[in-house]
């Protein structure tokens, strides 16, 4: 078991260039999330996707978009790179579904983007 | 609306002594509440949790919390640090539980001194 995985692990993007972020798990969980962390703000929620074919938008959902592509996968998309998205994005995924019961969040290693 | 207090950005321990990070919440309904560990350059892993039940949880790795309410407080402590404990520490809210995402404080840099 892989559990998250996400590439590229690291990138560097000149302002305006578009890219995506992949994330994928093995687990056959339901529920996908997008995170960025910045020095000194935590984990902010970008958003996220209860179960296949739905996605919702979490606290900082600007200047991105999401696919998510089958029940493994779940991308993320920067159409127009700016400094200020400069981060550490994070992919997760848990069991929860629509089920309304808490389940732990696993974490991938994480996407180191700079964008110039 | 759900917001994470962690005091202190940097908490720094000599090894073996006491380890106290704290975390306030603030929610509108009843929380779930999460601690979770980053070691540099890693993903987060869960240390413990709370959603329902008895109020003082034990995690890896030695560590445990406290759920009051009363004082709408987390705080995650240890009794004896190692020099291992040294990471990035996360306390984490979620109102609904489900598919909601978590949200986070914004961390405490644990530093043990020999």
């Known amino acids: 078991n892989a559990g998250v995985t996400q590439t590229p692990k690291f990138q560097v993007l000149k302002t305006g260039q578009s890219m995506t972020l992949q994330c994928a798990q093995d687990m056959n969980h339901n529920s996908m999330y997008w995170y960025r962390q910045d020095p000194g703000m935590g984990l902010r929620l970008i958003y996220y996707?209860?179960?296949?074919?739905?996605?919702d938008k979490g606290e900082v959902p600007n200047g991105y978009n999401v696919s998510r592509l089958n029940k493994r996968e779940f991308s993320l998309r920067l159409e127009s790179a700016a400094p200020s998205q400069t981060s550490v994005y994070f992919c997760?995924?848990?069991?929860?579904?629509?089920?309304?019961?808490?389940?732990?969040?696993?974490f991938g290693p994480g996407t180191r983007l700079t964008v110039l | 609306a759900q917001s994470v207090t962690q005091l202190g950005s940097h908490v720094s321990v000599s090894e073996g002594a006491l380890v106290l990070l704290r975390c306030n919440y603030s929610?509108?309904?009843?929380?779930?509440l999460f601690w979770y560990v980053q070691y540099p350059n890693q993903g987060l892993q869960l240390l413990l949790k709370?959603?329902?039940?008895?109020?003082l949880v034990k995690g890896i790795n030695g560590f445990e919390a406290e759920f009051k309410k009363s004082e709408t407080s987390f705080h995650l402590t240890k009794p004896s640090a190692h020099m291992s404990d040294a990471a990035e520490y996360f306390c984490a809210v979620s109102g609904i539980g489900g598919a909601d995402g978590l949200t986070f404080g914004k961390g405490t840099h644990l530093i043990i001194q020999p």
């Open positions: 709370y959603t329902t039940g008895a109020t």
């Open positions: 996707s209860a179960s296949e074919g739905t996605t």
């Open positions: 997760a995924s848990s069991e929860a579904g629509t089920s309304g019961s808490w389940y732990e969040q696993f």
């Open positions: 929610s509108s309904v009843p929380p779930y």
